[in-house]
């Protein structure tokens, strides 16, 4: 599978963006997918995951009610709605693809990932 995330950008705290994750290759629809981001300094950390059907989804703890991820497997893509975003949400994003289950790309190291794009929130 391979990955290609867009849609990262500069935006003032409060405001949104909408990252997209492209998926080619092997057959998008069995893959669990999910975001993670890295910040300067800092462990890549998770922050949102979803089944291959869309219906079950798992967020981190910080980013819940303000982020929303959904998928499109007609158009082999994913999206990752951000919402009331804070300085501390800047990092670059990265989109992932494994078929462990929602918890189970949280928990472990995604078999594929893309490459990032930058989110950028200033106060």
């Known amino acids: 599978v391979q990955l290609q995330a867009s849609g990262g950008g500069l935006v003032q705290a409060g405001g949104s963006l909408r990252l997209s994750c492209a998926a080619s290759?092997?057959?998008?629809?069995?893959?669990?997918m999910g975001w993670f981001r890295q910040a300067p300094g800092k462990e890549r950390e998770f922050v949102a995951s979803?089944?291959?059907?869309?219906?079950?989804?798992y967020y981190a703890d910080s980013v819940k009610v303000r982020f929303t991820i959904s998928r499109d497997n007609a158009r082999n893509t994913v999206y990752l709605q951000m919402n009331s975003l804070k300085p501390e949400d800047t990092a670059v994003y990265y989109c992932?693809?494994?078929?462990?289950?929602?918890?189970?790309?949280?928990?472990?190291?995604?078999?594929?990932w893309g490459q990032g794009t930058q989110v950028t929130v200033s106060s």
């Open positions: 992932a693809a494994d078929r462990k289950g929602p918890r189970g790309l949280a928990a472990g190291t995604p078999l594929y």
């Open positions: 290759g092997r057959t998008f629809s069995y893959y669990d």
């Open positions: 979803i089944g291959w059907t869309g219906d079950t989804t």
